[in-house]
């Protein structure tokens, strides 16, 4: 066995130990019976619709992927950039630190399929541009259309909000004029930047906010079972939340989205929707995320020895 062998093969434990230990983390925070209790107390309708818009996302999240190597020039099936991106974020998400922990799993899937490290680090970097034009564009039109709870999380008053919100709007409207104009490399000083075709940084823009908007809306199903929640009071929460979230590096936001949300809606959130929330968007994703790596490494196992027996064969065919 080869030294990347062994050193992916440890990579691989860790991971799913890891998971093992965010799980175990996870619920010595919620009790099981918490946890059952804040799930029995949503309507079954209204966690499947949940969950619908959790899958939703995933599956935007998954065209981060495949417009970043689209930008590259590159072709590969769209199963298998969903299979990757899945994987990958299911367990980055909850792992914190996801540029680099969910970076590690889409170099260990694309490098078998014929990315290059420096292809899987655009791709990286790609996926984290859409990420905050999404996150920046969504913010911008909540502080805008909701400019009270906004303005009471982060102490300001509402026409100071309405303008934050109006200059976060200009970013999204710059990277795509950028886009339209320069149809290259962007040089600023010492650094290069290549810029995307138009429509790729438009399509970046639209799915960004859209996998917000899916999050939010998934939050906002759980909240609305404890009361009514306006669906942008969830979005200002969410997007607020996420950017902190995204500061800190704290894995799977623990803690931190208890707290912006809590503040941003202290009569409707309670601590079962936000439970039941993590359920559908971070613990069942995690599982299957986990269970699906398991499969794919043993798959591609498989794989990798027949091309050795079968190698075996013939030279002890020839032999004889």
Not at 246 to 260: F, I, K, R, S
Request: hydrophobic letters at 50%; aromatic letters at 12%.
């Amino acid at each position: 066995m080869s030294l990347k062998s062994v050193i992916w093969n440890g990579l691989l434990v860790a991971a799913l130990c890891l998971a093992v230990f965010l799980l175990y983390r996870i619920f010595q925070q919620y009790s099981l019976e918490q946890i059952a209790q804040s799930v029995r107390s949503i309507p079954f309708s209204t966690f499947c619709t949940a969950l619908l818009f959790a899958a939703a996302s995933y599956l935007c999240l998954s065209c981060f992927d495949l417009l970043a190597i689209r930008s590259l020039g590159k072709s590969l099936p769209y199963s298998r950039i969903a299979l990757t991106s899945f994987i990958s974020l299911s367990l980055g998400h909850n792992i914190g630190f996801a540029g680099l922990s969910s970076g590690a799993f889409r170099y260990r899937f694309y490098s078998r399929w014929g990315l290059t490290a420096e292809d899987v680090a655009k791709v990286i970097l790609f996926c984290g541009v859409t990420v905050g034009l999404g996150l920046i564009t969504l913010g911008g039109l909540a502080m805008i259309v909701n400019p009270g709870d906004a303005g009471r999380l982060l102490r300001i008053d509402p026409g100071s909000v309405r303008i934050f919100g109006a200059v976060a709007l200009v970013v999204p409207v710059v990277y795509t004029g950028l886009a339209f104009f320069i149809r290259g490399t962007l040089r600023l000083w010492r650094w290069s930047f290549q810029l995307p075709r138009f429509s790729i940084a438009v399509a970046q823009v639209g799915v960004g906010t859209l996998n917000f908007m899916l999050v939010s809306a998934c939050l906002h199903q759980m909240l609305s079972a404890f009361g009514d929640v306006a669906f942008f009071r969830s979005v200002t929460a969410y997007v607020l939340a996420n950017s902190a979230i995204l500061a800190t590096h704290v894995p799977g936001g623990l803690g931190v989205l208890e707290a912006t949300v809590s503040y941003a809606v202290p009569k409707e959130a309670s601590i079962g929707a936000l439970i039941a929330f993590r359920c559908a968007y971070f613990f069942i994703p995690l599982a299957l995320g986990s269970t699906l790596l398991v499969i794919s490494e043993m798959i591609f196992r498989r794989r990798s020895r027949r091309p050795d027996e079968e190698a075996d064969e013939r030279a002890e065919a020839q032999s004889v």
